[in-house]
C-alpha cells in the first residue's frame, strides 16, 4: 500500500506543474491541443469517430496526452476539458476543465501517454459529469466506441451506452484500462482561466459564466464544425 501511494504520488506532482497560472496560459494551451486531436482523429478514415454517433452526444470529454505509468502498480493523471452541448441550438458551449486521477495492481512495466476522448451519450452519464467527481466503470459505465470506415452504418447499434472512450497511444504498454478512474472538477484550472472558481455544473448546466474568454470561443467554433449536432427530420 505504501508503494501505491508512492506512485501515485510521484505521477500528480511530477505532472501538475504550474497548472493554474493566473494568466491562464496552461489552459489556453490544452484547449488548443484538445482542438487538434479531435480534427487529427475526424480526419483520420481508419480512426474517425462516426458521425452519427458524435452528433448525438450530450457532451464531450477531452484529454490530451493523458500519462499512465507503472512498474507492476500503475497509476494514471490527466488534465482535460468537458464541453456540454445546448439542447436548444446544438451548440457546444465554454469548457470546464477537469483533472483525472487513477490507479491499478497487475503486471505492468512501462510508460503511456494517451489522447483520450470520451462521449457522454445519456442523460445518467451527463449528470454523473456535473458532479464534483466521478468514476468510470463504476459511477458511469464505460464502453470502447466505435472506429473507422466500416463504423459508421453500424454506429446506432452502440447507441445504448452512456459514455464510449476513444483512445490514442503514443507510447508502449501492456494494455490500457480506464476503469476506476477519477475525474474531478479543475476549480484551480477554471479560476485561472475565467477569474473565478466556477464549478463544472455552473459552466456546463446553469451557464454561469459571464465573459466567455476569446480562446474558448474559437473552441466552440472549432469543435461545432467537427462535431455537429445531428440532424432533424
Known sequence: MKLFSLGIFLILFLSSGAWAEE??????????????????????PDQKIPMSLISKAK?????????????????RYGKGIASVRTP?????GPPAFL?????????????QAV????????????????NEQFTLGGDIALSAGPVGRHAEAAADVFMQGEIYSY?????????IS?????????????LAYYG????????????QVSKVPESAKQFIQIFNQLAPRAKTR
Not at 494551451?29 to 475526424?42: A, D, N, V
Not at 483512445?167 to 494494455?175: D, E, I, N, V
Not at 480506464?178 to 477554471?190: E, F, P, S, W
Open 88 to 92: 436548444e441550438t446544438g451548440e457546444w
Open 178 to 190: 480506464l476503469k476506476g478512474t477519477l475525474i474531478t472538477t479543475d476549480l484551480d484550472a477554471n
Open 167 to 175: 483512445s490514442r497511444s503514443k507510447g508502449a504498454f501492456g494494455g
Open 115 to 130: 489522447d483520450l476522448i470520451l462521449l457522454v451519450m445519456s442523460q445518467r452519464g451527463l449528470e454523473g459529469l456535473l
Open 59 to 75: 457532451a464531450i470529454i477531452v484529454f490530451p496526452t493523458m500519462l499512465k505509468a507503472g512498474f507492476f502498480i500503475g497509476a
Open 99 to 111: 483533472y483525472t486521477t487513477g490507479g491499478s495492481f497487475g503486471f505492468q512495466f512501462g510508460a
Open 196 to 207: 473565478h472558481p466556477y464549478t463544472s455544473e455552473e459552466i456546463l448546466l446553469t451557464k
Open 23 to 44: 494568466d491562464g496560459s496552461k489552459q489556453r494551451k490544452i484547449l488548443r491541443t484538445s482542438q487538434m486531436i479531435l480534427e487529427e482523429i475526424q480526419k483520420s
